[in-house]
């Protein structure tokens, strides 16, 4: 079970980055942007204990931190089995087009689906591709980390490489007809709700 949700937004995009731990302080960090020592003064002033990285999606303004934080907790890095591509291709995170193109792998690949539990914290792996061909959502306890699928009134871009406004229509719509509300926190701007979403979002009509 969730016992806090840390929000820090950092990096030229202004990303919304997530530090979720439990009732016994372990912890995974969600799209780390930004400077990686922003995460370990949280971390260790509050004496976590991280144990897994989690991306929705591989852009370079969702992995700014991730190497540095993976080398600093010793952790693997989950991304859905899709993103394999993005991950790999300097020219489909985007890291070319700020200048210092860079190949990268996550420790484990996830299946649409697939539940894992770090601590006592159990996620469920949701395949949402448009915005990249490999973009997930993980849902835990009544909360959606939405990455760049789903935003406060709008959706994510499907104008960079693996973008695709037809998969985007098609996970808008899944996500639309999950069962129940939850709490959405996405990669960037506000939080919200599922159920706001679904009244008020034009791209969810």
């Known amino acids: 079970m969730i016992k806090d ?19 016994n302080g372990v912890c995974v960090i969600v799209d780390p942007e930004g400077r990686a020592d922003v995460y370990t003064r949280y ?39 899709r993103e394999k591509a993005v ?12 200048g210092q193109g860079r190949s990268f792998e996550a420790d484990v690949y996830l299946s649409d689906g697939e539940e894992f539990t ?10 949402t591709p448009g915005h990249t061909c490999g973009s997930v959502v993980y849902l835990i306890d ?10 406060m009134g709008s959706c994510g871009r499907t ?3 693996t973008g695709d406004w037809g998969k985007m229509n098609e996970s808008l719509q899944m996500l639309k007809n999950l069962d129940g509300d939850y709490r959405v926190l996405s990669g960037h701007g506000p939080e919200t709700t599922l159920e706001r979403e679904r009244r008020t979002n034009m791209f969810m009509n």
Not at 120 to 126: A, G, H, I, R
């Open 159 to 161: 104008d960079f490489p």
């Open 118 to 127: 770090i601590g006592s914290m159990t996620f469920k792996t949701v395949y």
């Open 5 to 23: 949700i840390k929000m820090i937004t950092g990096g030229m995009c202004e990303t919304n980055s997530y530090i979720i731990s439990d009732e």
């Open 43 to 81: 971390i260790e002033s509050n004496a976590l204990k991280p144990e897994a990285i989690l991306l929705t999606h591989a852009h370079f303004d969702h992995i700014g931190a991730m190497e540095p934080l993976r080398k600093e907790y010793s952790v693997k890095v989950y991304a859905g089995e």
């Open 142 to 151: 009544r909360v959606m980390i939405a990455g760049d699928t789903l935003f």
């Open 87 to 98: 991950l790999n291709d300097p020219r489909i995170n985007l890291t070319s087009m700020i």
